[in-house]
């Protein structure tokens, strides 16, 4: 195993080029089940959970291939329709072939992907709505076993809204029969970027990226090309990046819309955000003022930022409460951070954290992905060397991190533990 060691202190400057996201290509990928034969994604991030998706498409018997950048899934040999637990166990994403497989093969088996870090995360949604759609399914020895002659578009009405229940439900009314439509359905802009492949692939769905969804189902489905939208989150991490060291960068290849209530949080805090067509400069200083901030499905600011802001709010003068409603207990990062000296309370979904002059470095674990980004932000800025144990968190979601960091000019290295 290999640990982060970041050595505090240094402004960041220079250009930073931003990956195609990771909550984007999962479904993606998925969504390749709903045809035979090769599918082309380009901008593909190279992450430890697109790895892990690869094998859950290669275990069902697709061929894929990573080359760079560029991924190819050839559907046409698919044998199998069973996600094992020890795939699914590493990447919750997984359960995404489940609405692909009943839709195109009348038949899956996932395992359930249990709980996190941070508490429990059903996939009550993604079935409910599947089985609104027609399917039949039974939880089997911790599996989700389900089949169906054939699915039937129906209107699917979420009790809240769920990124990958949205996603599953249009995948598999893609190839319904008739019409579906998703009420209170999620409107992150992965969820957009999944709705424009199906509809490359000969699909019919309009609306995505508000809360009602229609889909008007095809027998058949083509093979498609398709370009992956860039990732608001490690955007954001960079944002942060440049921030809290009071430096001066670029992002390049981003989408400034996609991160409009971060850059909304930045400013208000003193942050200098501006913004191009796809490029963001940030210019951060040394006193930057506390900001509230209430976690909310998008466009509200993500949960998925939340453990990076609040490393740049331990260094903020006042306090500031941070609500969590989307996952209320994903605090595993505050413990983390407390060993950095912040000063930081947890109230039920809530955090206060208090100003601290400077952050002093010390040996830290990484719980989650986003977690550990934190503690890279935090480390950035920190006095002395910040030990980050349990990278591989971070290799899910962040494609050389400390590489681009360090291209920055931020003194961070990956040494073997
Ligand atoms: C996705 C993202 C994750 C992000 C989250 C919220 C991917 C691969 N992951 O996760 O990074 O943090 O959105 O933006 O895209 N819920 C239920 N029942 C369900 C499903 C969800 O109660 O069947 C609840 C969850 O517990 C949570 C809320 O719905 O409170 C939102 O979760 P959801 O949007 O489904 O998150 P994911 O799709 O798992």
Same mark, same amino acid.
């Given at each position: 195993?290999?640990?982060?060691?970041?050595?505090?202190?240094?402004?960041?400057?220079?250009?930073?080029?931003?990956?195609?996201?990771? #909550?984007?290509?999962?479904?993606?990928?998925?969504?390749?089940?709903?045809?035979?034969?090769?599918?082309?994604?380009? %901008?593909?991030?190279?992450?430890?959970?697109?790895?892990?998706?690869?094998?859950?498409?290669?275990?069902?018997?697709?061929?894929?291939?990573?080359?760079?950048?560029?991924?190819?899934?050839?559907?046409?040999?698919?044998?199998?329709?069973?996600?094992?637990?020890?795939?699914?166990?590493?990447?919750?994403?997984?359960?995404? /072939?489940?609405?692909?497989? /009943?839709?195109? !093969?009348?038949?899956?088996?996932?395992?359930?992907?249990?709980?996190?870090?941070?508490?429990?995360?059903?996939?009550?949604?993604?079935?409910?709505?599947?089985?609104?759609?027609?399917?039949? !399914?039974?939880?089997?020895?911790?599996?989700?076993?389900?089949?169906?002659?054939?699915?039937?578009?129906?209107?699917?009405?979420?009790?809240?809204?769920? $990124?990958?229940?949205?996603?599953?439900?249009?995948?598999?009314?893609?190839?319904?029969?008739?019409?579906?439509?998703? /009420?209170?359905?999620?409107?992150?802009?992965?969820?957009?970027?999944?709705? &424009?492949?199906?509809?490359?692939?000969?699909?019919?769905?309009?609306?995505?990226?508000?809360?009602?969804?229609?889909?008007?189902?095809?027998?058949?489905?083509?093979?498609?090309?398709?370009?992956?939208?860039?990732?608001?989150?490690?955007?954001?991490?960079?944002?942060?990046?440049?921030?809290?060291?009071?430096?001066?960068?670029?992002?390049? %290849?981003?989408?400034?819309?996609?991160?409009?209530?971060?850059?909304?949080?930045?400013?208000?805090?003193?942050? /200098?955000?501006?913004?191009?067509?796809?490029? !963001?400069?940030?210019?951060?200083?040394?006193?930057?003022?506390?900001? &509230?901030?209430?976690?909310?499905?998008?466009?509200?600011?993500?949960?998925?930022?939340?453990?990076?802001?609040?490393?740049?709010?331990?260094?903020?003068?006042?306090?500031?409460?941070?609500?969590?409603?989307?996952?209320?207990?994903?605090?595993?990062?505050?413990?983390?951070?407390?060993?950095?000296?912040? #000063?930081?309370?947890? &109230?039920?979904?809530?955090?206060?954290?208090?100003?601290?002059?400077?952050?002093?470095?010390?040996? $830290?674990?990484?719980?989650?992905?986003?977690?550990?980004?934190?503690?890279?932000?935090?480390?950035?800025?920190?006095?002395?060397?910040?030990?980050?144990?349990?990278?591989?968190?971070? &290799?899910?979601?962040?494609?050389?991190?400390?590489?681009?960091?360090?291209?920055?000019?931020?003194? !961070?290295?990956? $040494?073997?533990?």
């Amino acid at each position: 195993m290999d640990k982060i060691v970041v050595k505090g202190g240094r402004k960041l400057k220079g250009r930073v080029r931003i990956g195609g996201a990771k #909550n984007a290509v999962l479904p993606m990928m998925a969504a390749c089940l709903l045809t035979r034969g090769e599918s082309v994604i380009r %901008n593909v991030p190279v992450l430890a959970d697109v790895i892990t998706m690869k094998k859950v498409l290669e275990r069902l018997g697709a061929r894929v291939a990573l080359r760079g950048h560029t991924l190819r899934v050839d559907t046409s040999t698919i044998t199998d329709h069973e996600a094992p637990y020890e795939l699914v166990r590493t990447m919750r994403a997984s359960v995404y /072939v489940l609405g692909p497989l /009943v839709a195109s !093969i009348g038949k899956a088996k996932v395992s359930l992907p249990g709980g996190c870090a941070w508490g429990p995360r059903p996939v009550d949604l993604h079935i409910r709505a599947l089985q609104e759609l027609g399917a039949r !399914i039974e939880i089997d020895h911790g599996y989700i076993v389900a089949g169906a002659s054939v699915l039937k578009g129906n209107t699917v009405v979420f009790s809240l809204p769920s $990124v990958g229940a949205t996603a599953n439900t249009m995948m598999a009314a893609a190839r319904a029969r008739g019409k579906t439509i998703i /009420v209170n359905a999620a409107r992150e802009p992965e969820i957009v970027a999944l709705a &424009d492949f199906i509809n490359r692939m000969g699909g019919k769905i309009r609306g995505a990226g508000n809360d009602t969804i229609e889909v008007e189902g095809r027998a058949e489905l083509s093979p498609a090309e398709v370009r992956v939208i860039p990732d608001r989150i490690e955007a954001g991490t960079y944002m942060i990046a440049g921030a809290i060291t009071a430096g001066e960068i670029e992002l390049e %290849n981003c989408v400034p819309e996609h991160v409009e209530v971060i850059t909304q949080k930045l400013r208000q805090s003193g942050v /200098v955000v501006e913004k191009s067509r796809n490029s !963001i400069y940030v210019r951060g200083k040394r006193r930057l003022e506390s900001v &509230d901030v209430v976690t909310a499905p998008y466009p509200g600011f993500p949960t998925d930022m939340q453990a990076q802001y609040m490393s740049l709010m331990t260094i903020a003068r006042g306090t500031c409460v941070i609500s969590e409603t989307v996952f209320p207990d994903r605090f595993t990062h505050v413990p983390e951070l407390r060993r950095l000296g912040a #000063n930081i309370k947890i &109230d039920g979904n809530t955090a206060h954290v208090g100003y601290i002059k400077r952050l002093s470095g010390a040996p $830290v674990m990484a719980t989650d992905l986003r977690a550990s980004a934190a503690l890279v932000l935090a480390g950035l800025v920190a006095e002395g060397e910040t030990h980050i144990s349990r990278v591989y968190h971070i &290799d899910r979601g962040y494609e050389a991190i400390e590489e681009k960091l360090g291209a920055l000019g931020a003194d !961070i290295k990956r $040494v073997p533990e």
